[in-house]
């Protein structure tokens, strides 16, 4: 396992959609971005943070944007997808894994803020080019292989007054 120190080059890469639906069904909150980046850097050089959000056509949901940037994220947007039968789609896995894998080279550390299960593999391949993969999410709605196949874990449930607004 990596070692934290002041040089590490960190990757922050936020699945918006994964948090919004946990902070919204269990503690009926929003999620702090500022605090879930300041918190994952942890004084260490943020190479890039990316935060990927779906647009469902919300009228707040512009402001929410522009707020990620401000923070310091790069929104990537990807619209709902409706499809014949009235159901709808959006999801962001592949481009998550893309981009993390495309980051690997470039940084030490790559902090996933996400709970969901399907990225367990992509943590156990970085881990195993060397990459120190940190994920912060809620216990609660996380995938235990997730948890098991990071190098830390911090559950940002244990911390509301961090992470929740």
């Known amino acids: 396992m990596t070692e934290i120190h002041d040089g590490q080059r960190v990757a922050v890469l936020?699945?918006?959609?994964?948090?919004?639906?946990?902070?919204?069904?269990?503690?009926?909150?929003?999620?702090?971005y500022s605090g879930l980046?300041?918190?994952?850097?942890?004084?260490?050089?943020l190479t890039r943070a990316i935060a990927y959000v779906i647009r469902a056509e919300?009228?707040?949901?512009?402001?929410?944007?522009?707020?990620?940037?401000?923070?310091?994220?790069?929104?990537?947007?990807?619209?709902?997808?409706?499809?014949?039968?009235?159901?709808?789609?959006?999801?962001?896995?592949?481009?998550?894994?893309?981009?993390?894998?495309?980051?690997?080279?470039?940084?030490?550390t790559l902090v996933l803020a996400s709970g969901d299960g399907d990225f367990a593999r992509l943590c156990s391949h970085l881990r195993h080019e060397g990459v120190?993969?940190?994920?912060?999410s809620f216990e609660s709605s996380t995938a235990e292989e997730l948890i098991?196949?990071?190098?830390?874990?911090?559950d940002m449930g244990d911390r509301e007054e961090e992470f929740l607004l």
């Open 14 to 32: 936020a699945d918006a959609q994964n948090l919004y639906h946990t902070a919204q069904s269990i503690y009926s909150r929003n999620v702090d």
């Open 58 to 108: 919300s009228p707040e949901e512009e402001s929410f944007f522009e707020a990620l940037r401000e923070i310091g994220f790069e929104t990537k947007l990807k619209d709902i997808k409706t499809f014949g039968d009235g159901s709808k789609k959006a999801d962001w896995d592949v481009g998550i894994v893309l981009d993390a894998v495309t980051l690997a080279s470039k940084v030490d």
């Open 148 to 154: 098991e196949a990071a190098d830390s874990f911090h």
């Open 37 to 45: 980046l300041d918190k994952a850097t942890m004084d260490r050089e």
């Open 132 to 136: 120190r993969i940190e994920v912060f």
